[in-house]
């Protein structure tokens, strides 16, 4: 009976040890496969800042990355709160980016400044990467395009205007994405591409007769539309309007003025009209010292010229350009200087030269000017005067002055502003 | 001898026999748990040295960085007609970018500097020209030391800067002084 007793508890025992065993064998594995999660959703982080990151280094670079793993990227992009006319324009918060990559999310720290234009979602084991220098018309920061082969994109153009659009289209970077060119009277027979979604560029194209024509089933909330209106054969400077949402046709949001190729793709690129503008407030914000920088350069070149280190010339056309840059219309922004003039000290105005005195204008009226975006009817508070963009899609302006200022330089072998 | 008195003598000899061998055991366990430690030392000894040595090469690369970094904006790039292509810096960007950044406007450093402040974090960077008409000149780019005392790490780095009045591409080395204010403070 003891023995029997003893026996039974033997086996009570080793089927206890042989419990714990495995539900410690069981817990180890969890912990492992958690781990390879958690450790892949990192790389994947990881590989996406990288990614993000590097593909800054080289302008006019496409550049298409293997990613470990199929990957669903959410990109989001914050707008600042409008400013009121008693509370100021405040820094643009540093969490506007949200990059979610697959199911978790985060603040990419090094993306807040970095301005990036994609769709919404980007799905696959590919991402294209596209650099641009935006150059208003100094170089002023770098642009990223983000896509795969996953989005389609469809340019349309009015009949006659194939040729017109080539040299943008095809240009080598851009071919890389899916694009595709069809005249706008075509509509009717786009035919599905398999794509995730869908982009249509629209060139001085109505959009409500694309609307009518364009077939049901593209008519979806993931595809979207961009309306560009460009009297440059370049299609340097124009205006764009936004339809996020084919399901609707709905416009989202007034026109805005664009001014450089770059500001154009990052457009097309753009999926949204928040992604594009909370996207270009980042390249707003490099506004103040690139044009700093870039007037002070040729400030010194009309110094040198001055001092005799160049032909006398060179030294009457870049006072011409230093005037042009003094009367800027953003240094005539309506204000008074206690209210409106944030570096007035009682008692004393700083003596500053005018063409400061404008960047710092446009610097603390930053929301209010690029307010004046938006094309007729404007119906912005307190913008009084149209913007340089405005002005330059219209073909006239300080903007377009300087272009044409800057290229007789050349012709006078005098080194050029930018 | 009686036959119990054997058996214990036998029972006893094999008894503190079997204590010798565990005595040996032990020992051999226990010396070789020291020689594991041992090696376990010497091994994170080693591992240690490496750390460091690759933590110092990465404290200089991290100057290096920071002026490539500067070197990198695009708004001191040398501009078309210069020919010089990618990488060419233009030595009066180079001073238009310093006068922008070494303003003392609070404002301005506010919003319009927090790009720089966050590319090239708690630096001094100075730019010194060695050769060309403007060799002797110095001119601080970027001056962002923190509040407090820290340690710093000093990098110099040999460039080429581009003059568009004379045309020419002139030596100059960059100065940067790092401020450890994080990992790598001494």
């Not at chain 1, 770059?262 to 753009?270: H, K, S, Y």
Request: with cysteine.
């Amino acid at each position: 009976m003891r023995a029997q007793l003893q026996i039974q508890f033997q086996w009570f025992f080793a089927i206890i040890g042989g419990f714990l065993f495995l539900l410690f064998f069981f817990m180890l594995i969890r912990t492992l496969v958690h781990s390879a999660d958690v450790a892949q959703q990192r790389n994947l982080n990881f590989a996406a800042d990288v990614i993000l990151r590097t593909s800054l280094a080289n302008p006019n670079t496409f550049t298409r990355t293997d990613l470990p793993a199929p990957v669903t990227f959410t990109f989001a992009c914050e707008l600042a709160p409008p400013p009121t006319p008693t509370t100021p324009p405040t820094p643009r918060g540093f969490d506007a980016t949200h990059v979610r990559v697959n199911s978790e999310s985060y603040t990419p720290y090094a993306l807040r400044h970095i301005p990036f234009f994609s769709p919404q979602r980007v799905q696959g084991d590919q991402l294209f990467t596209l650099t641009r220098t935006w150059k208003a018309p100094f170089p002023i920061t770098r642009l990223l395009m983000v896509s795969n082969n996953h989005t389609h994109y469809v340019v349309l153009v009015p009949t006659g205007w194939l040729a017109r659009v080539k040299n943008f289209v095809k240009e080598e970077n851009l071919k890389k994405f899916s694009f595709e060119t069809r005249v706008a009277s075509a509509t009717g027979s786009l035919a599905a591409r398999g794509a995730d979604q869908y982009r249509y560029i629209l060139f001085n194209t109505d959009f409500n007769a694309f609307y009518t024509n364009l077939d049901s089933q593209f008519k979806q909330p993931e595809n979207s539309a961009l309306v560009v209106t460009s009297d440059r054969d370049d299609f340097s400077t124009g205006t764009l309007r936004f339809y996020d949402d084919l399901s609707t046709g709905l416009i989202s949001g007034p026109a805005i003025n664009y001014y450089g190729a770059a500001m154009l793709d990052a457009a097309i690129f753009a999926g949204t009209r928040e992604l594009y503008e909370c996207n270009m407030q980042k390249a707003y914000e490099r506004l103040y010292t690139t044009l700093a920088t870039a007037v002070n350069r040729t400030r010194a070149l009309f110094e040198e010229a001055l001092a005799g280190a160049l032909t006398p010339i060179c030294g009457q056309q870049y006072s011409t350009l230093l005037g042009t840059l003094d009367t800027m219309p953003f240094s005539a922004i309506p204000h008074t200087p206690q209210l409106e003039n944030p570096f007035w000290k009682e008692g004393r105005q700083e003596a500053l030269p005018a063409y400061v005195y404008a960047v710092k204008v446009v610097l603390s009226n930053k929301d209010r000017y690029l307010a004046c975006q938006q094309g007729p009817p404007d119906p912005s508070p307190g913008c009084t005067h149209p913007s340089l963009f405005q002005l330059a899609a219209q073909g006239e302006g300080p903007l377009l002055e300087l272009e044409k200022k800057n290229t007789n330089l050349l012709k006078n072998d005098c080194p050029l502003i930018y | 001898m009686t036959a119990h008195s054997s058996t214990d003598a036998l029972e006893s000899s094999a008894g503190r026999r079997a204590q010798i061998q565990f005595g040996e055991t032990i020992m051999a366990i226990v010396i070789i748990l020291f020689l594991i430690m041992v090696g376990f030392v010497f091994y994170y000894n080693v591992l240690r040295s490496q750390v460091e040595t690759e933590v110092r090469f990465r404290e200089d690369l991290e100057g290096i960085t920071l002026a490539k970094n500067v070197l990198g904006l695009d708004e001191v790039r040398c501009t078309v007609e210069s020919g010089r292509g990618e990488g060419c810096i233009d030595v009066l960007a180079l001073k238009g970018l310093a006068y922008a950044l070494t303003n003392n406007d609070y404002l301005l450093k506010q919003t319009a500097l927090s790009y720089y402040n966050e590319l090239l974090g708690p630096a001094i960077i100075d730019v010194h020209l060695l050769s060309g008409t403007r060799a002797g000149q110095s001119f601080r780019v970027y001056d962002n030391p923190p509040d407090g005392t820290f340690s710093t790490e000093r990098t110099f780095l040999f460039t080429t800067l581009y003059d568009p009045v004379q045309r020419t591409q002139d030596l100059a080395y960059i100065d940067v002084t790092r401020y450890l204010t994080r990992r790598g403070e001494i």
